[in-house]
């Protein structure tokens, strides 16, 4: 068991850069090769040891509690044309020995609120924040997650996922800076949501993968609205960091930004690249095709 249960995931988003797509379903099922969005970030927590999937969804978000929850007749008739593989694959969306728990988040009122909406189910320890639009694939090694959970290990303090990006767009992120402490670790000294390029710390930006001590709770209760007229997490952290220490930790992997057209489109084409099933045949297409 890992040392970090619980896993939340803020759901509750409006996904306005897909529309029409998701105008009745949530963005977080919009399929990925040949799996919704949510899986993958929900498949790294399970792996990563975590028991509790807590959930904070909002309007439109009820296909992701079905696809979480157990489809008696799908797995019947599937049972019955003894589709074993595919029944299989159907049961182990979840395991059974992880909890799924669900939170609406009635009013959208950004990521720090939806995080402060996981209190009731997360308590009194050190929690995972997962965004699921930030698809990170590592083949073959562990997951951002699960690297992050071993920094925590050794740290005892809330770590933050990060990478470097083009400065340029540093107004797409929360941006910390701090002084580095190993090839792939420093300390938070200073994190700031979406800020101009001009006014940004670094060019290390904030990936949707947190680990946060309980102690963030207090802090979004007093946080007030922020960049985008939004309560921010990032503005909690950089009050929790006065009191705490935190870390940067920059992940080994790939990061897709599903959140937007070209990096969901991007994700698709390297996972089918990576995928068992379809790989040769992908390859071949993408061979062939003219792009003039
Ligand atoms: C959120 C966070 C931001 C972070 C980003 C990562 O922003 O507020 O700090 O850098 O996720 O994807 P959003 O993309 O929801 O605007």
Redesign the pocket.
């Known amino acids: 068991m890992s040392s970090i249960r619980i896993a939340v995931f803020p759901v509750a988003g409006l996904g306005t850069r897909f529309l029409p797509a998701t105008k009745a379903i949530a963005k977080e099922m919009l399929t990925v090769v040949d799996k919704p969005l949510i899986q993958y970030a929900t498949e790294e927590a399970v792996a990563a040891g975590m028991d509790t999937l807590v959930f904070i969804v909002g309007r439109t978000k009820n296909a992701i509690i079905d696809h979480y929850d157990k489809a008696y007749e799908l797995e019947t008739e599937l049972s019955l044309r003894n589709k074993d593989a595919i029944l299989k694959m159907v049961q182990e969306v979840v395991p059974s020995s992880v909890n799924c728990v669900f939170i609406r988040q009635s009013e959208a009122l950004g ?1 720090g609120h939806a995080v402060l909406c996981a209190e009731p189910a997360v308590g009194n320890e050190p929690f995972a924040v997962l ?1 699921p ?2 698809l990170i694939y590592n083949k073959g090694g562990a997951s951002c997650i699960q690297q992050m959970v071993e920094v925590y290990d050794e740290k005892q303090a809330s770590i933050i996922g990060t990478q470097t990006v083009a400065i340029t767009d540093s107004d ?3 941006m910390v800076a701090g002084p580095k402490l190993a090839d792939n670790l420093a300390r938070v000294d200073e994190i700031v ?1 979406k800020p101009s390029p001009a006014e940004a710390p670094s060019d290390q ?4 993968r947190y680990i946060l001590t309980p102690g963030i709770f207090n802090k979004l209760r007093t946080t007030e609205r922020g960049a985008g007229n939004e309560i ?3 503005d909690a952290i950089a009050e929790l960091r006065k009191t705490e220490e935190i870390f940067a930790y920059s992940f080994e992997g790939r990061r897709f ?1 599903c ?1 937007s057209k070209i990096g969901y489109l991007e994700a698709n084409v390297e996972i089918a690249l990576q995928h068992d099933e379809m790989a040769d045949d992908f390859k071949q297409y993408l061979k062939n095709l003219n792009l003039d």
């Open positions: 990521l965004l639009d930030d797409k992120y929360g949501e930006a904030v990936v949707g921010q997490l990032t930004d959140g």
